[in-house]
């Protein structure tokens, strides 16, 4: 199947990126809607933590509803779903009602999560999806460098309620441009072994292969990492350092350019070294940074400098390894690419969330709680990385196996 990569690039980009793009804007709001709604701070955040949890939820059953009645119902279904949400959450009376809003707008979003990722193994794998996702993940990059940013003038601009208005904005021109640019990818004569037995039947299947858990989770830690910064920069940085809201959206945007920039090198990296090599040296080159990151700051050396230039770099890495291991998790799997993504996708997010918990129970609003957390997640993922790849034989990293 011949590929326009741009315009797929295009179209799943904007779709993925609907979802997270509610979150980073929502956060600059998060102290205005608990005086405005009379909440608890403790109320406010759950209307943060059930997107998260919607997150984790969604994909397991989007997967296999992707692979039964195809991609483009679903991805449908879905931004539906997320704008009715979103204009619920836009005139939520009560937290309560807002918080119930937003775990249905996270249910809808997750269709954003997995489809995309199923629709890249359906059209190809080995350095081209490589490609594919790389570029997928470059019109991402639009939610955590402009989000922030967008969602503090909106909110100062015209309140909290707003942001809700702007993302159903999005829902809807998201869902026309999927009916003008994107094509369907899984034809029913596809899905005729599809159901929710055979899912079940696929999820058990994942569970035991070592070799998909094991690029599930080096994946899913670097994201992890990634979460932990997410959770605690903003204190660290504007609390501790005294960086002012706004450069601190800027200090935030500059390692999401190095993470979706250099992921853009995975596609041609692939086709030179093979996909397994690329994994194995971006993890080690992410954890040799974060790692030296912790023992110079261990040491007593608390430079904003110094932090900001080695989470570039270790982001840039780690701008390599998410669409790699997302590629060769999927390899082997493409009857039943929408139920890997959704187990893919789960994993991600539990993964994430725990290592942003585990690390909230340290935080002191002092770097190094924050440092050990990312560099922790990247060991995690450095070690997995040696017992899922390190031996492994078979298919030569050389090979491509070109979708038909």
């Given at each position: 199947m011949q590929?326009?990569?741009?315009?797929?690039?295009i179209v799943l980009g904007l779709v993925s990126a609907i979802g997270p793009f509610a979150i980073d804007?929502?956060?600059?709001?998060?102290?205005?809607?608990?005086?405005?709604?009379?909440?608890?701070d403790l109320a406010v955040q759950m209307?943060?933590?059930v997107v998260f949890l919607s997150?984790?939820?969604?994909?397991?059953?989007v997967g296999p509803l992707a692979d039964i009645y195809g991609r483009k119902p679903i991805l449908y279904g879905g931004l539906v779903v997320f704008a009715l949400a979103s204009i619920g959450a836009a005139l939520a009376p009560t937290v309560e009602w807002l918080i119930f809003f937003r775990l249905v707008q996270g249910?809808?979003?997750?269709?954003?999560?997995?489809?995309?990722?199923?629709i890249v193994r359906d059209l190809h794998t080995g350095p081209e999806a490589a490609k594919l996702m790389s570029l997928l993940m470059l019109v991402f990059s639009v939610?955590?460098?402009?989000?922030?940013?967008?969602?503090?003038?909106?909110?100062?601009?015209?309140?909290?309620?707003?942001?809700?208005?702007a993302v159903t904005i999005a829902a809807v021109l998201?869902?026309?441009?999927?009916?003008?640019?994107?094509?369907?990818?899984?034809?029913?004569?596809?899905?005729?072994?599809?159901?929710?037995?055979?899912?079940?039947?696929?999820?058990?299947k994942l569970s035991v292969d070592r070799s998909f858990l094991g690029l599930v989770l080096i994946g899913g830690f670097g994201i992890a990492s990634f979460f932990v910064y997410l959770a605690n920069s903003s204190f660290v940085i504007i609390d501790h350092y005294g960086m002012s809201p706004s450069t601190y959206s800027l200090f935030?945007?500059?390692?999401?350019?190095?993470?979706?920039?250099?992921?853009?090198?995975?596609?041609?990296?692939?086709?030179?070294?093979?996909l397994r090599r690329v994994v194995r040296i971006a993890v080690f080159g992410y954890a040799a940074v974060m790692i030296a990151m912790y023992a110079v700051m261990a040491t007593g050396i608390e430079s904003l400098a110094f932090m900001a230039v080695a989470l570039f770099f270790g982001y840039g890495f780690l701008g390599l390894v998410i669409p790699t291991t997302s590629v060769l998790a999927m390899e082997d799997h493409g009857e039943i690419a929408g139920t890997a993504s959704a187990l893919m996708g789960t994993l991600h997010m539990i993964t994430g969330v725990a290592a942003m918990t585990v690390t909230g129970f340290f935080a002191n609003g002092l770097p190094m709680p924050m440092i050990t957390g990312i560099a922790a997640c990247a060991v995690i993922a450095l070690v997995l990385s040696m017992l899922t790849l390190g031996s492994r034989r078979g298919r030569s990293d050389m090979e491509v196996a070109p979708a038909e």
């Amino acid at each position: 199947m011949q590929t326009n990569y741009l315009r797929y690039a295009i179209v799943l980009g904007l779709v993925s990126a609907i979802g997270p793009f509610a979150i980073d804007m929502y956060l600059p709001a998060l102290p205005s809607i608990g005086a405005d709604l009379g909440a608890s701070d403790l109320a406010v955040q759950m209307s943060l933590v059930v997107v998260f949890l919607s997150f984790a939820i969604g994909p397991l059953l989007v997967g296999p509803l992707a692979d039964i009645y195809g991609r483009k119902p679903i991805l449908y279904g879905g931004l539906v779903v997320f704008a009715l949400a979103s204009i619920g959450a836009a005139l939520a009376p009560t937290v309560e009602w807002l918080i119930f809003f937003r775990l249905v707008q996270g249910l809808g979003a997750s269709t954003g999560m997995v489809v995309p990722r199923a629709i890249v193994r359906d059209l190809h794998t080995g350095p081209e999806a490589a490609k594919l996702m790389s570029l997928l993940m470059l019109v991402f990059s639009v939610s955590p460098i402009l989000a922030p940013l967008t969602g503090s003038f909106i909110i100062d601009a015209f309140g909290w309620r707003a942001v809700f208005w702007a993302v159903t904005i999005a829902a809807v021109l998201g869902y026309f441009l999927m009916v003008a640019a994107l094509e369907e990818t899984r034809p029913a004569e596809m899905r005729g072994g599809s159901s929710f037995s055979a899912a079940w039947a696929g999820y058990k299947k994942l569970s035991v292969d070592r070799s998909f858990l094991g690029l599930v989770l080096i994946g899913g830690f670097g994201i992890a990492s990634f979460f932990v910064y997410l959770a605690n920069s903003s204190f660290v940085i504007i609390d501790h350092y005294g960086m002012s809201p706004s450069t601190y959206s800027l200090f935030f945007s500059v390692n999401a350019v190095s993470f979706f920039a250099v992921s853009q090198l995975s596609g041609w990296l692939a086709q030179k070294f093979g996909l397994r090599r690329v994994v194995r040296i971006a993890v080690f080159g992410y954890a040799a940074v974060m790692i030296a990151m912790y023992a110079v700051m261990a040491t007593g050396i608390e430079s904003l400098a110094f932090m900001a230039v080695a989470l570039f770099f270790g982001y840039g890495f780690l701008g390599l390894v998410i669409p790699t291991t997302s590629v060769l998790a999927m390899e082997d799997h493409g009857e039943i690419a929408g139920t890997a993504s959704a187990l893919m996708g789960t994993l991600h997010m539990i993964t994430g969330v725990a290592a942003m918990t585990v690390t909230g129970f340290f935080a002191n609003g002092l770097p190094m709680p924050m440092i050990t957390g990312i560099a922790a997640c990247a060991v995690i993922a450095l070690v997995l990385s040696m017992l899922t790849l390190g031996s492994r034989r078979g298919r030569s990293d050389m090979e491509v196996a070109p979708a038909e």
